[in-house]
């Protein structure tokens, strides 16, 4: 995935969850869409790097998209819709070989409690349900982990994946990793949301499968790399 055009600039602030002050190279201040529902834990810091989408749409009211942040060890995407077009096109493409092999991929498929599916994978024989979380978050010990902040959403995707499971489909957890600072290995936050931490363990038992793939990622681009070790699951 190609990330073209971008705005270099230093940021300032986070507020309103979904919006983030910038200082532009050229001095500018703007305030940019942040699209990211979590805290962004470890994710920036006062005047670190950033990089901006900019979109020139009568219809919006913010031009900017916060993208990416810096920690000058890493690019972090803070962008969570990123992961799910990066899966995607990477499921597509064969580079998740764990969820290759279906004649029709869709994306944002009804199904459950008003929820809709992030990819389903479709044969003659068998569907398989994909949820994609964007991971963004180190514990103290180094590990990616998820979520960042308390998510009922996400509580809810995992009892939709278990009941579609319970129908007799494929249902898979697909993590995605957007920064490359870690210590290889992924475990759910049960610290911050032990809901969650017990609703995925749970999932787990009842044959929901978990990847957890890293993406890697330059300035510019974000790419799939490789599948990286489940911890605590």
């Not at 230093?10 to 969850?17: L, M, T």
């Not at 869709?106 to 979380?133: A, F, H, M, P, Q």
């Not at 009922?152 to 697909?174: I, N, P, W």
Request: aromatic residues 8%; contains cysteine; neutral net charge.
């Amino acid at each position: 995935m190609q990330l073209e055009n971008l705005t270099k600039g230093k940021f300032i602030n986070r507020y309103k969850r979904f919006m983030a002050d910038v200082q532009l190279d050229n001095g500018e201040t703007v305030t940019a869409h942040c699209p990211n529902s979590g805290r962004m834990t470890g994710c920036y810091s006062e005047s670190c790097k950033v990089l901006l989408s900019y979109h020139d749409n009568p219809k919006r009211k913010l031009k900017y998209t916060l993208e990416l942040t810096s920690n000058e060890q890493t690019w972090i995407v803070a962008n969570t819709n990123r992961a799910n077009e990066l899966a995607y096109d990477a499921i597509v493409n064969g580079e998740i070989p764990e969820l290759a092999g279906y004649q029709n991929y869709r994306r944002e498929v009804k199904y459950g409690t008003n929820s809709r599916i992030d990819v389903l994978g479709e044969n003659d024989n068998e569907n398989c349900w994909i949820e994609v979380k964007s991971v963004t978050m180190l514990n103290d010990a180094g590990q990616y982990c998820f979520p960042d902040a308390p998510t009922t959403r996400g509580q809810k995707h995992l009892c939709e994946l278990m009941k579609m499971k319970s129908q007799g489909d494929r249902a898979v957890m697909l993590f995605i990793v957007m920064r490359e600072d870690g210590d290889g290995t992924f475990s759910p936050a049960d610290f911050v949301d032990p809901k969650y931490a017990e609703l995925l363990k749970k999932a787990v038992d009842v044959g929901v499968e978990v990847l957890v793939y890293k993406a890697k990622i330059t300035y510019n681009s974000i790419e799939i790399d490789r599948r990286i070790v489940n911890g605590k699951l």
